[in-house]
């Protein structure tokens, strides 16, 4: 089983055989095309690379295009790559879809989180920030952030204020809780990284299984 992309639809809850509520995301998850499949024998490494979402043609480079048609598949806005145990056993043109999966099981979710701009250590990092009496100024400030004579600068990685968020972040060992294969949903237990319409990387999970 190599794996899906999909797209973050939103998040929901559903109830389980005790009446429990848990709270779940819906990733709207192939017809992914295999593009290319690469082996040991020729490539050094097995995986499969598949394709996800629409693109006109003119938006990508000829050789990309190229590489489609020698598949003869459409072009897509998502080319990715899943690693096999042996990948004589798929073929391009076969379609991977939501049945791989099984409910119980346990998945890794790949998303990009969510852009949130330059911002401050308070924001970015939990910082308690100073009093909000009166005559202080330092309400958000990060303090004093230097050494003292030695080594008289500011040591490499010190939280400061940057760029927070817009990261690639996995999340392990989510558990699948439904699957419908007409319409091709994936139910995960949990939320996961990214904004909604997102793309997102299920895979089978490395650790938990």
Same mark, same amino acid.
């Given at each position: 089983?190599?794996?899906?992309?999909?797209?973050?639809?939103?998040?929901? +809850?559903?109830?389980?055989?005790?009446?429990?509520?848990?709270?779940?995301?819906?990733?709207?998850?192939?017809?992914?095309?295999?593009?290319?499949?690469?082996?040991?024998?020729?490539?050094?490494?097995?995986?499969? +690379?598949?394709?996800?979402?629409?693109?006109?043609?003119?938006?990508?480079?000829?050789?990309?295009?190229? %590489?489609?048609?020698?598949?003869?598949?459409?072009?897509?806005?998502?080319?990715?790559? !899943? &690693?096999?145990?042996?990948?004589?056993?798929?073929?391009?043109?076969?379609?991977?879809?939501?049945? +791989? !999966?099984?409910?119980?099981?346990?998945?890794?979710?790949?998303?990009?989180?969510?852009?949130?701009? !330059? +911002?401050?250590?308070?924001?970015? %990092?939990?910082?308690?920030?100073?009093?909000?009496? %009166?005559?202080?100024?330092? %309400? &958000?400030?990060?303090?004093?952030?230097?050494? @003292?004579?030695?080594?008289? &600068?500011?040591?490499?990685?010190?939280?400061?204020?940057?760029?927070?968020?817009?990261?690639?972040?996995?999340?392990?060992?989510?558990?699948?809780?439904?699957?419908?294969?007409?319409?091709?949903?994936?139910?995960?237990?949990? @939320?996961?990284?990214?904004?909604?319409?997102? !793309?997102?990387?299920?895979?089978?999970?490395?650790?938990?299984?």
């Amino acid at each position: 089983m190599p794996g899906i992309i999909g797209k973050k639809v939103g998040m929901t +809850q559903v109830f389980d055989e005790k009446g429990e509520i848990i709270p779940a995301t819906v990733i709207e998850a192939g017809p992914c095309p295999i593009v290319q499949v690469k082996t040991r024998a020729r490539d050094g490494y097995a995986a499969v +690379q598949v394709g996800f979402g629409a693109r006109r043609e003119k938006n990508l480079t000829k050789p990309v295009v190229g %590489h489609y048609k020698k598949a003869k598949l459409p072009v897509r806005s998502i080319l990715r790559e !899943f &690693r096999v145990e042996d990948g004589t056993e798929y073929e391009a043109g076969q379609e991977l879809k939501v049945d +791989q !999966f099984e409910v119980g099981k346990r998945v890794d979710v790949v998303a990009t989180s969510i852009g949130r701009g !330059f +911002q401050g250590t308070t924001k970015r %990092h939990g910082f308690t920030g100073g009093k909000a009496t %009166h005559g202080v100024t330092t %309400h &958000r400030q990060p303090g004093s952030i230097g050494a @003292s004579a030695f080594p008289s &600068r500011v040591i490499k990685g010190k939280r400061l204020p940057g760029r927070m968020g817009g990261k690639q972040v996995t999340m392990k060992n989510l558990k699948v809780v439904a699957i419908d294969v007409e319409q091709s949903l994936l139910v995960i237990r949990g @939320s996961i990284p990214g904004p909604v319409r997102g !793309f997102v990387l299920v895979r089978p999970a490395k650790q938990g299984r």
